[in-house]
């Protein structure tokens, strides 16, 4: 018998480890001399009050969706990937050289093999801590660590001395040509009479990302495949004596992780910045392991964390336009999630598993 | 390659090498109890600006080690309560350590000191100054052993012996007495050593608390002994390469020491030349800052050796009810 009602594990957890999160925040933001208050409404009224604001919101978010469903898959096979970054990193290069090397004659074309390259990029940086995990048993969390500094390493070395442009002193690609440019929101929603904010950055991926949250949800729950990535997550024994093979299962769970955290280039690189640079994941695939814990490794909490947290990113980058607060709160607030919803869990499960046996208990 | 060029790389291999020392042999203490710890960077990091600053404010420079190693405990002991008290994820409570300390360094130096989230500059008395071993200056004209003892072994700060000297220590720590015995046992098989009768958390309390303690000097050094105050995520990654040191020499402490040499000396060798050419074929400065996740990840592989962590490493202890 379980001892708390689903609904609990699923809502009240979260939801008590963020107001936690909120209140250490709004601590921090009092210790530094700032109204917690005031801050809140600036971050609400930067990143939610306008098109503008939510064309970031939903920019930022698009980028989570990516690299917290990459999270949640690995998470349910009972890996832990905190190579997100470097796997996006790789993307990223993947959809540079689609979008570079080959004319496109349309944008549609561009995104569908742009999408493709970014994921097999993304899945073969996976697949090296994947191989050694699976078959050597070298922790991926520790290869995966190694993988991301080690992708930063190719990633300046092939925009330094092979991709950059003659005479050009930046370390980036050149620009993408016009004919790969995605879509923004503002031009896909102005035919159906709806103004959004010209200037903001949210584009078709957003549409590619929630595709993806769904493909995940029938993956994970519709498909043997899903079924069978989950068994060894709960037991690894249980799932060999199953007929499982756990060496296929952590290859295929990682190679769909890193693919997916590598598709989140089509997003910063093709419908952002149009161009590879340095430092073009921003820490995103950091914020994956955040966002997957906060939404309990399931795509629609990976949806609504990944959104909750675009929004903490526009505010905070509102905060620091308009107030002393530097954008490195938003690092903090980050870290606390963390810390409640991941390490600190049983600090908030344990008290609350007590009341909830102990109104059973009153009821029987 | 001229002969001073050599002591000259072998000099910064040991400056640098000193923060990955302190760092591996905190990590050492943690993980040989069975405590993974990916908060390395971060203990260093939060202790790099504490320390700073203090020294900055007070202009002593003890008073900012001492402040650095107490913000490095503080962490410490968060990552006790969450993998220890409420048996939690130690890898994702290393990630929150990591990002707390870096979002909190910059939120706090930018309310004190209002320069874009660095301390001030730090002058004498807040630093750490060289330590001229004797003799030294006299004996610096005997050919060969007069530049090597005086340019390379002295010359130091103090927190740069203290890490070398920390290396016999952990070992005698580890293998000679009581407590380093239940240390290994309880990172090897916590419930042996809880039927002895010993306190499993009260055991790993203490390595975590030794590594906060390292990490703290570790932190301190970086800010106010190789360089003059602290800048923003000025660790730079050097506590993931203590941890690939760690690996590198699969939790010894002799080993552990020979590992951070000698990826000090790869951060020695790609500061001073940007690109290396050997027989025609140019290594680019990049291949330098990836080789030590890359020799990390081939040992890990067991291509080379197996690295086995300890066998109770990362898992919580749940005493039997």
Known sequence: MDKMPKWADVVLIPLISLILAALLSALVILGIGEDPMAAVKLMVNGALGSTYGWGYTLYYATNFMFTGLAVAVAAHAGLFNIGGEGQAMLGGLGVALVCLLIPWPHWTLALAVAALGAGIFGAAWAAIPAYLQAKRGSHIVITTIMFNFIAAAVLNYVLVNVLRPEGSMDPATERFPEAVHLPSLHELLAPIGINFSKSAPANVSLLVAMGACLFVWLLIWRTPLGYEIRSLGKSEPGARYAGISSVRIIMIAMLISGALAGMMAVNNVMGEAERLVLNATEGAGFIGIAVALMGRNHPFGVFLAAILFGFLYQGGAELALWTSIPRELIVVIQALVILFTGALDNMVRMPLEKIFLAVRRGQN | ?321
């Open chain 2, 1 to 321: 390659m001229e002969f001073l060029t050599i002591i000259q790389i072998l000099d910064s291999t040991v400056r640098l090498a000193t923060p990955l020392l302190l760092a591996c042999l905190a990590g050492l203490y943690s993980e040989r109890a069975g405590i993974f710890d990916i908060g390395l960077e971060g203990k260093m990091l939060m202790a790099a600006f504490f320390s700073a600053a203090v020294a900055a404010v007070t202009g002593n420079v003890w008073l900012g080690l001492l402040a650095g190693i107490a913000s490095s405990l503080v962490l410490a002991g968060l990552h006790g309560v969450a993998s220890i008290t409420f048996r939690g994820n130690q890898l994702i409570s290393g990630v929150a350590i990591n990002f707390l300390a870096a979002g909190m360094t910059v939120l706090i130096a930018q309310d004190w000191f209002q320069q874009g989230g660095r301390t001030p500059s730090l002058f004498s008395g807040g630093r750490f100054t060289p330590i001229t071993l004797p003799f030294a200056d006299s004996l610096s004209g005997v050919p060969v052993l007069g530049p090597v003892y005086s340019e390379l072994l002295s010359g130091h700060s103090v927190l740069v012996y203290i890490a070398f000297l920390a290396v016999p220590a952990t070992w005698w720590i580890l293998f000679r007495t009581r407590f380093g015995l239940r240390l290994r046992a309880v990172g090897e098989n916590p419930a042996a050593v809880d039927t002895a009768g010993v306190s499993v958390v009260g055991l790993r309390y203490g390595a975590v608390m030794i590594c906060g303690l390292l990490c703290g000097i570790a932190g301190a050094y970086l800010a106010t002994a190789l360089q003059a105050g602290f800048v923003k995520d000025m660790t730079a990654g050097r506590g993931f390469i203590a941890l690939a040191a760690l690996i590198f020499a699969k939790w010894r402490p002799w080993h552990a020491m020979g590992a951070c040499l000698l990826f000090g000396l790869l951060q020695a060798i790609a500061l001073r030349f940007q690109n290396i050419e050997l027989g025609g074929i140019v290594i680019p400065v990049q291949a330098m800052d990836a080789l030590p996740y890359v020799l990390t990840v081939v040992i890990l592989a067991g291509f080379v050796g197996k690295a086995i962590p300890p066998r109770a490493g990362g898992q919580p202890y749940v005493k039997e009810r």
